[in-house]
């Protein structure tokens, strides 16, 4: 499985951007994906996951009410809509396929299969 991550950018703070991650080479189904980021200088933390089904959708709490997950299984495709900007959303944001199973560990970096390249978002002051 090859994941790409695309949308980011540099947004003012109270900005939007809309992230985009899709999967080749296998399908994402019974499979969950998430969004994690890292910021300079820290750890790789979690944002947002969403189950194959779409039914459960968890969210860091410092994102909720402003981030929206997603997903169009049949395009193979997860969003991310990011709203209300803020520049400690600053960092890669890189998403993640993990088998269903594992949807417990959604939050750990080590219960993923496949990673992307990370897109890079920049919210300025």
């Known amino acids: 499985v090859q994941l790409q991550a695309s949308g980011g950018g540099l947004v003012q703070a109270g900005g939007s951007l809309r992230l985009s991650c899709a999967a080749s080479?296998?399908?994402?189904?019974?499979?969950?994906v998430s969004w994690f980021r890292q910021a300079p200088g820290k750890e790789r933390e979690f944002v947002a996951a969403?189950?194959?089904?779409?039914?459960?959708?968890d969210y860091t709490d410092s994102v909720k009410s402003r981030f929206t997950i997603s997903r169009d299984n049949a395009k193979n495709t997860v969003i991310l809509q990011m709203n209300s900007l803020e520049p400690e959303d600053t960092a890669v944001y890189y998403c993640?396929?993990?088998?269903?199973?594992?949807?417990?560990?959604?939050?750990?970096?080590?219960?993923?299969?496949?990673w992307g390249q990370g897109t890079l978002v920049t919210v300025s002051s």
């Open positions: 969403i189950n194959w089904s779409g039914v459960s959708i």
């Open positions: 080479g296998r399908t994402f189904s019974n499979y969950f």
């Open positions: 993640a396929v993990g088998n269903g199973r594992r949807y417990t560990h959604r939050r750990r970096v080590d219960g993923y299969d496949y």
